[in-house]
T-cell receptor, first 112, second 115 residues
C-alpha cells in the first residue's frame, strides 16, 4: 500500500497561515491525495483532495509538488477551531477500504 | 443537510455480552465504511459495503459481523465483547464504488465501553 509520512505535531499561532506537509514518495499516477481532519471527540471530516493540480476550497488549499511525491495542506488563517489531527491519505485504486485508511496524522496545536 | 447518523451515541456493555451499532448513511449514498478507534489511536478500518455487498475487509475480529440493508443502513454486530473492544466506532458513507476522487462523510461515532 502507498504510504504517507507526516510530522507528529505542529504548532501555530491563531490567525496565521499553517502549512502541513505530507510526503508520499511511492505515489502512483492514479492515486488521489486526500486530507481529513479529526477534531477532539468527533468523527473525521473531509478537508480537500487533489490529483495533480493545486486545489482550493472554502476550508483550505492543497499544494501538490510537481513530481507529486509531496503535498502541503494550507490553512490560510488558523483559528482555535482548527486544532485537530490532520491526516494525509493516498486513495489507491484497489486498495483496502477504497484506500480510505488512516495512518499517523499531524496533531495541529493552535496558540491564541 | 443530512449527515451520517449513528446510534446509539454511547453504549455500556459487560464482558461477553453482544452489541449492535447502527449507521444511517447520507441519502443516496451507497457505500458504507466502519472504523474502530481505540483511546489515543488512529481510526482503523474494519469493513465496508457497496450496494449491500461486502466490498472490503480490514482488521475486523471474527466475533464481529456487519451487513448493509436494502435501505442502505448498516449494522455492526459485536459478540463476546472483550474489554479491548472499548473504543469509538465510526461509520462513514460515500457515493459510488471505488471512486478515489470523492469524499467520505463520517458520523459522530458510537462510544462503546465494555466493563
Amino acid at each position: 500500500d502507498a504510504k504517507t509520512t507526516q510530522p507528529n505535531s505542529m504548532e501555530s499561532n491563531e490567525e496565521e497561515p499553517v502549512h502541513l506537509p505530507c510526503n508520499h514518495s511511492t505515489i502512483s499516477g492514479t492515486d488521489y491525495i486526500h486530507w481529513y481532519r479529526q477534531l477532539p471527540s468527533q468523527g473525521p471530516e473531509y478537508v480537500i483532495h487533489g490529483l495533480t493540480s493545486n486545489v482550493n476550497n472554502r476550508m483550505a488549499s492543497l499544494a501538490i509538488a510537481e513530481d507529486r511525491k509531496s503535498s502541503t495542506l494550507i490553512l490560510h488563517r488558523a483559528t482555535l477551531r482548527d486544532a485537530a489531527v490532520y491526516y494525509c491519505i493516498l486513495r489507491v485504486p484497489g486498495g483496502g477500504a477504497d484506500g480510505l485508511t488512516f495512518g499517523k496524522g499531524t496533531h495541529l496545536i493552535i496558540q491564541p | 443537510a443530512a449527515g451520517v447518523i449513528q446510534s446509539p451515541r454511547h453504549l455500556i456493555k459487560e464482558k461477553r455480552e453482544t452489541a449492535t451499532l447502527k449507521c444511517y448513511p447520507i441519502p443516496r449514498h451507497d457505500t458504507v465504511y466502519w472504523y474502530q478507534q481505540g483511546p489515543g489511536q488512529d481510526p482503523q478500518f474494519l469493513i465496508s459495503f457497496y450496494e449491500k455487498m461486502q466490498s472490503d475487509k480490514g482488521s475486523i475480529p471474527d466475533r464481529f459481523s456487519a451487513q448493509q440493508f436494502s435501505d442502505y443502513h448498516s449494522e455492526l454486530n459485536m459478540s463476546s465483547l472483550e474489554l479491548g473492544d472499548s473504543a469509538l466506532y465510526f461509520c462513514a458513507s460515500s457515493l459510488g464504488f471505488r471512486r478515489m476522487n470523492t469524499e467520505a462523510f463520517f458520523g459522530q461515532g458510537t462510544r462503546l465501553t465494555v466493563v
